[in-house]
Structures are given as C-alpha cells and as structure tokens.
C-alpha cells in the first residue's frame, strides 16, 4: 500500500510546487506583462545578500529594440533605506521593478544588490530576496491561513500568527468564527481590497525578505484603509531596504530618498521638502496632484 502512497505523495509535493510558482506569477501580474525567459548563467552561484543596498548601473533597457525606455539610469538604495520612485506617466517606474525581480535583461549597465550583478545569480536565490507587495494581491481558494503561510515553504502556526499581527490582520481574523481556518477567495469569504492586501503584506511578512518591492495601490483604497495600510507598509518596512514605486506622491512624502524619473532617466532627487525648495518637475507634480485634490474635494462637497 505504501508504495501507491509515495507516487500521490509526489504528486503533491509537484503540485505544492507548482502553486507556489503560479502565485509568485500571479503577484507578479501587476507588473510583468509578457516576461521574456531570462536563464541563469553557467554555474550562477546563489545571490548572498549581508546588507541589502540595491543600485542601477547606467542601465539601458526598451521591450522593443527600436524604443529605449530607460535611458541610462543611475541610482543607489542604501542598505535599510525607505526609497520611493516617481515620475509622470510611463516614465518608466514599473518596468524599474520588473528589472530588479530580472524579468527582463538590461540591453547594457548593471543591476546590483549588495554589489553582485543579479545576471550572475540564480533567479531563485534573487527572488527570494525580494518580496512583493503588489496593487492587486491574488488570493487562493484556500483558508487565510493558507494564503499567509504560503509566503514561505514549511512556515509554522506561530509564524503565521505573527506575521497576521503585524499586518494588522488578527482583528479580523478573531472576528471569523473559523479563525485562520475560514475559506477565502471567490468561493469563500469575500475580502476588501485592503484586505487582500493586508494578507499579501503578512505573506510577505512570513517570507521575511531583506527587500521589499513595493506596488503602491493605484486601485480603489479609501483613504482612511489606504492610511492605514501605509502605516503597516511603514512599520514592515523598518529594517529592511524598500523601493516604493508610486503612482501618486501623497502616499511617500516621509521616504528617505524621492527618485524623481522622466522620460527614462534620473531628473531629481532628494527628500520630500529638499525637492519642493528645488521646484523642479516634483514640486510641479506635487502642486498639480494638490490641485486635483482639491477639485475633487470640492466637487465631492457640491454632490452632498
Ligand atoms: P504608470 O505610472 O502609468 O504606471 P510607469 O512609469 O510605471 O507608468 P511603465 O509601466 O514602466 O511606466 O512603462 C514605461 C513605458 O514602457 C510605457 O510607455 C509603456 O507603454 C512601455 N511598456 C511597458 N510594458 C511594455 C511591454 N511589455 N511591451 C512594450 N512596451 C511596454
């Protein structure tokens, strides 16, 4: 009888396998379009990472040979160190992100991560350096504590509790009458946006990566869930090296470091106040947002 049990027991350790490569796939949605197969080199040792600084190298890159997207861009992201992307619209700020995960090869210059070139390294090991916290987080038809252990291979209960309180979860997980055992997803119990982010935030919690890639929510977060998932990303983040890629600047105002991106290269940077003085491209952006919000604050109160 064993042995018809070993070759299911195979099976389902393929299958657990399997899973866990379609969801690293499926958080990846949100920013890989049509990934190119990139391969590890001969012999790539394992990415080694003691303190987790991440740089661009003059790296050039385009999806398509006859369109340069990045133009030679050059940035370092100290070890520890909250920085946050911005720029106009198809600057470029997601593809930056699709690079570090190596979805894709720069055309020329270099991607380090505590100074290995990422070709040189298994794309395992670079992964697994990394976590993602993207807009739209996928959920599996499964329990929540399924969807949270998930983060890494053989994570335990109490791991799992942990990193359900830190993203601020364990208030809605004591409400569920099944606990970390209730069904989620479409055939289960349907969660919010924040949510669903929040469990995306405890995956990656269990994960425990040194760098953290951060999606900002574009997608429909009220503002006082989108406050309070900040304030989780803020407090996750401490002690590990983050890049924020925003699509709106109200949500990184307190980074280390703003990379301001337009048209593929580096036109300013600085923190939040330092590039307001400057009033360059950032504070312009800025004036404009507020301008916005307010337009639509006022139009808000003329419905009521
Ligand atoms: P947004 O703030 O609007 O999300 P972004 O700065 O993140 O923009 P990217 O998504 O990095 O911009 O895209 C940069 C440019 O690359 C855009 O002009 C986009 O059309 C182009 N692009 C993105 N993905 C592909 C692809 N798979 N094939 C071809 N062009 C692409």
Redesign the pocket.
């Known amino acids: 009888l064993m042995q018809l049990f070993r070759p299911l027991d195979m099976l389902g350790m393929v299958y657990r396998t399997i899973r866990q490569g379609l969801t690293d796939m499926a958080e990846m949605f949100a920013l ?3 990934p190119v197969e990139v391969q590890d080199a001969p012999g790539a040792p394992a990415l080694v990472v003691r303190r987790p600084t991440l740089a661009f190298d003059n790296v050039v890159f ?3 040979p006859d ?1 340069t ?1 990045l133009k030679g861009l050059s940035f370092e992201v100290p070890a520890g160190s909250q920085v946050a ?1 911005v ?12 690079l570090v995960f190596r979805f894709y090869d720069p055309w020329s210059g270099r991607i380090l991560i505590d100074g290995q070139d990422i070709r040189e390294v298994t794309q395992v090991s670079l992964r697994s350096a990394i976590g993602i916290v993207p807009q739209d987080s996928v959920l599996f038809n499964d329990t929540i504590g399924y969807n949270i252990a998930y983060g890494r291979d053989g994570a335990g209960l109490a791991e799992v509790e942990q990193a359900a309180r830190d993203a601020a979860l364990m208030g809605l997980i004591e409400r569920l009458p099944q606990g970390f055992d209730t069904e989620v997803g479409e055939r289960g119990l349907k969660l919010s946006g924040g949510e669903k982010q929040r469990v995306a935030i405890a995956r990656t919690l269990v994960k425990n990566p040194p760098i953290l890639l951060l999606d900002e929510a ?1 997608s429909a977060l009220d503002t006082r869930t989108e406050q309070e998932i900040l304030a989780t990303l803020h407090r996750v983040s401490s002690g590990r090296t983050s890049l924020s ?1 925003a ?1 709106r600047l109200s949500t990184i105002a307190d980074a280390d470091t703003i990379f301001v ?1 337009n048209e ?1 290269a580096l036109a300013e940077s600085g923190t939040h106040a330092e590039l307001l003085r400057r009033d360059g491209l950032y504070a312009e952006m800025w004036a404009r947002q507020a301008t916005e919000i307010d337009a639509a604050a006022a139009a808000a109160e003329a419905a009521e």
């Open positions: 890989m379009d049509s385009g999806y398509e369109r997207i992307i720029g106009p619209s198809g600057a470029g700020k997601s593809t930056i992100a699709r574009t890629i699509h991106l593929g």
